[in-house]
Each structure stands twice: as structure tokens, then as C-alpha cells.
């Protein structure tokens, strides 16, 4: 048995991330001629791909084991470079998922999760340089984020359910208020992600996972 997931498009074909019951999880690219390339092993659970055209980078966060104590573990925001074909860290330490790229502000936000409770979206320069954080709301918890324009939706969780918020405008310093797209509801929202001038997703709401186009106004 093999699954391939997280599967996102770039020049030189598709990645994806493949595991199967007798191989580790790794990410493989799809050439156009068919053939799979195997790309680098990970260390442990993975988000979906993310890639950056700007940078020519394929972003992802990665649960790393430490070294020292098995029970401690960080979430890193890693990338794989496509011209000097070499995976490094943009970050080192703290609980980091779900990276989101902006080409045109030339940033990466992903969500994180504080040792002190809560959830926020960290945005990082490409260089790893932290510029900013937006805090949750209180009794929400931030999921997966994706950028339209300078503004950065999101899924989040709350006692009535799942739903879609966004920020205001981002800056290099600070970031509009939060507000809500759509109210939560009990139902699922997986794989946010942007395509252009809209969203995308995918959630149960009719009983079966369905995808989802959102078109902001």
C-alpha cells in the first residue's frame, strides 16, 4: 500500500509527499516524463507542500524529534531549494505548522501554537528574519493559513465549529484586525489553500468531502 499527499505543482513537475507500509515518508517529484524521483526523507509528520515561484523553493513544516529527550519535539518550517537542490531550515525551534507563501510581499506566515497556550500566525521574511505575529482571537484556534494580496485567511477552530477569518492588510510591522468570512460551523475545512484571487478547500459539510471554491470580495 502506498499514498501520495500534499501533491503541489512547479516547473519541473509535480511533489508529493509519498509513504507506504515499508518505505519512510519522502518527498518525490513527478516528472513530466513520468518518472519518480525521490527527492529527501523526512524526519517525522509533515503539512501539505507550499511553492514559492519567487524564490524557487517548495516550503513545508516538519515535526523534527529532539535529540536529547524522545518526548520533546519542535515543528520547523523547512524548505527544499530548487537550484541548489539542498533541504534546509528557515526556522529552528517552537511549534510551527501549515507554511503559506507570498510571492509579491516576499514573506512566508505559518501557524503557531506557544508553549503558554493558545495560537497565532508567525510571518517570516524568506531569510527566517520573524516580523511579525497576529493573535488569535480568544477560544480560537488557528489552522491553516493562506494569503490573497497583502491579506492572510484562515481556518479556524471555536466551540460552534470551523470557519473562515482573515486579517487586514499586513504590513512590515503590523497586521489589520481579525474578522470573520464565514461563521463556524460543525463541519471540517482541510487543505486551505489560494489560486490566484480565490480559495480553495475541502470540507464535509454535505456529509462527504467536497471541494470548495471561495471567491473574496
Not at 76 to 100: C, H, M, Q, V, W
Not at 139 to 158: H, K, N, T
Not at 176 to 202: H, W
Request: aromatic content about 10%; proline content about 5%.
Amino acid at each position: 500500500y502506498t499514498e501520495y499527499e500534499g501533491n503541489e505543482s512547479a516547473p519541473e513537475g509535480i511533489f508529493s509527499i509519498k509513504s507506504s507500509l515499508v518505505s519512510s515518508r519522502a518527498l518525490v517529484l513527478h516528472e513530466s516524463s513520468g518518472k519518480e524521483r525521490r527527492i529527501t526523507a523526512f524526519a517525522g509528520e509533515t503539512s501539505r507542500l507550499e511553492y514559492s515561484d519567487s524564490t524557487r523553493r517548495l516550503y513545508w513544516s516538519e515535526t523534527v524529534p529532539g535529540a536529547r529527550w524522545g518526548q520533546k519535539s519542535n515543528s520547523k518550517i523547512r524548505y527544499y531549494d530548487l537550484e541548489e537542490k539542498r533541504k534546509r531550515s528557515l526556522t529552528r525551534r517552537g511549534k510551527l505548522f501549515n507554511p503559506a507563501v507570498s510571492d509579491s510581499l516576499g514573506l512566508v506566515c505559518a501557524t503557531e501554537y506557544p508553549a503558554e497556550g493558545g495560537s497565532r500566525i508567525a510571518v517570516f521574511r524568506h531569510t527566517g528574519e520573524r516580523v511579525l505575529e497576529i493573535d488569535a482571537p480568544d477560544s480560537l484556534q488557528v489552522v491553516e493559513p493562506a494569503w490573497i494580496g497583502d491579506r492572510i485567511f484562515f481556518c479556524g477552530i471555536s466551540g460552534c465549529g470551523s470557519g473562515l477569518y482573515c486579517t487586514g492588510p499586513v504590513g512590515s510591522a503590523e497586521a489589520g484586525p481579525v474578522s470573520m468570512v464565514l461563521a463556524p460551523q460543525p463541519v471540517k475545512i482541510n487543505g486551505l489553500k489560494s489560486e490566484g484571487n480565490r480559495l480553495m478547500f475541502t470540507s464535509d459539510r454535505n456529509g462527504v468531502n467536497e471541494m470548495y471554491t471561495y471567491s473574496p470580495a
